[in-house]
């Protein structure tokens, strides 16, 4: 068996992985997200309907796991080793992950392309009246609510 050396005293790495263990990060959209519509429609429901209902556009959440998680395990690992050390505390390493998959997801959402011209999404777009009309032929980025207002908590259970 090979042992690995870990900078830090004993009592201060024990301390960091339980508060690891006891740390929560969420990354979504929160209650207070609301589009501008009349009915102030919670975006948590249109990302959920997007993402498990719309078999066109959908699961842009699942697929940014499924490509980024290998790169968020080596981010936690790098931050873990830094607070080890002495740099870091166990909520920074949380705060860190949290800004890196939002930037993720936001990113898979950027990357969504466009409706052709004619589609009828675009069409109701450009004649719907709350919210106002649009010429955007975007993939669920025309109003840019589902973009802004994705966010992050890293905390405690």
Known sequence: MKTIRVPGDRKRIERILADIKTSDLKVGWFESAKYTNKQSTP?????????????????????????????????VGNKLSESFAGSVNANDVMNVLGLVVQGDIKNKLSEMGNYPENDPVVQRRRNRKNPPPNQSTAILRDTTTLLSTLTYVAGKR
């Open 43 to 75: 975006v948590a429901m249109v990302a959920y309907w997007q993402e498990f209902k719309n078999t066109r556009n959908g699961a842009f959440i699942r697929k940014t796991i499924i490509e980024n998680s290998e790169t968020w395990r080596k981010i």
